[in-house]
C-alpha cells in the first residue's frame, strides 16, 4: 500500500448475499398463540447481491450478478473503486470467501487494500446486518416468478438502502472500525 501522510482512509465492508425463489423467512410480529401464513417457493432461480458500505460517509455500492464467483468479484472491486472519494484509499473489510483471495485472478484496484476478517466471524462485518436488514424489510414473504424479477427487488431494496446515508451509518457504523489521527 504506498500512502503518503495526509492521504484520506476510509473503511468499507463488503460481502455478498443470494437473493432467489427459495428464499428465507423473517420473523414478524403477531399475537401470542397464531401462526402467521409466510409465503415458501420451492423453485431455484437466484441471484447474487455483492454489496459493500462505508459507514463514515453513508454510501454504498453494489452490483446484481447471476453468480458468486471471482470474476463478479473484480467487477464489484471496480465498482466500489469508483465510489472511493477523490484521493482517498480505502481498506475494504471482507470474509474469506474462496473468490475473496488475493491471488493471479483477482484484480484489487489501485485505491483499495483487502483486509480479511478472521474465519467463522460473520458477526464482525456489518454486511450481514444489511443482509438481514434488507430480507426483513424488503426480500421476505415475497415470490418472483422470473430471474429479472428477483434483480429488480434487489435494485429497490438496495436503492432502499443507499437512499438514506443515516440508515447506513446507523447498520454498519462498528467502533473499532475508525480510522484516528
Known amino acids: 500500500m504506498n500512502t503518503t501522510a495526509g492521504t484520506p482512509i476510509e473503511i468499507w465492508f463488503q460481502d455478498e448475499a443470494r437473493v432467489g ?3 428465507t423467512h423473517a420473523y414478524i410480529w403477531a399475537p401470542i398463540g397464531s401462526r402467521p ?3 415458501h417457493d420451492n423453485r431455484h432461480t437466484s441471484a447474487y447481491l455483492f454489496g459493500a458500505i462505508c459507514p463514515a460517509r453513508g454510501v454504498g455500492a453494489a452490483m446484481i450478478v447471476p453468480h458468486a464467483n471471482t470474476e463478479a468479484m473484480n467487477l464489484h472491486l471496480q465498482e466500489i473503486s469508483t465510489q ?3 484521493g482517498a484509499r480505502a481498506v475494504l473489510i471482507c470474509d474469506g470467501a474462496g473468490w475473496h483471495q488475493r491471488g493471479k485472478q483477482l484484480e484489487v484496484p489501485a485505491n483499495l487494500t483487502l483486509l ?3 474465519p467463522y466471524s460473520p458477526e464482525l462485518n456489518p454486511m450481514e446486518n444489511v443482509w438481514d436488514y434488507l430480507r426483513q424489510n424488503k426480500l421476505c414473504a415475497r415470490l418472483w416468478d422470473t430471474y429479472d424479477d428477483i434483480v429488480d427487488a434487489c435494485r429497490q431494496a ?3 438502502l443507499i437512499d438514506d446515508p443515516e440508515r447506513i451509518r446507523s447498520i454498519g457504523s462498528r467502533e473499532w472500525a475508525c480510522v484516528t489521527l
Do not use: R
Request: proline share 13%.
Open 158 to 160: 438496495w436503492n432502499f
Open 84 to 86: 472511493i472519494a477523490p
Open 21 to 23: 425463489q427459495k428464499g
Open 116 to 118: 480479511s476478517l478472521p
Open 37 to 39: 401464513l409466510m409465503v
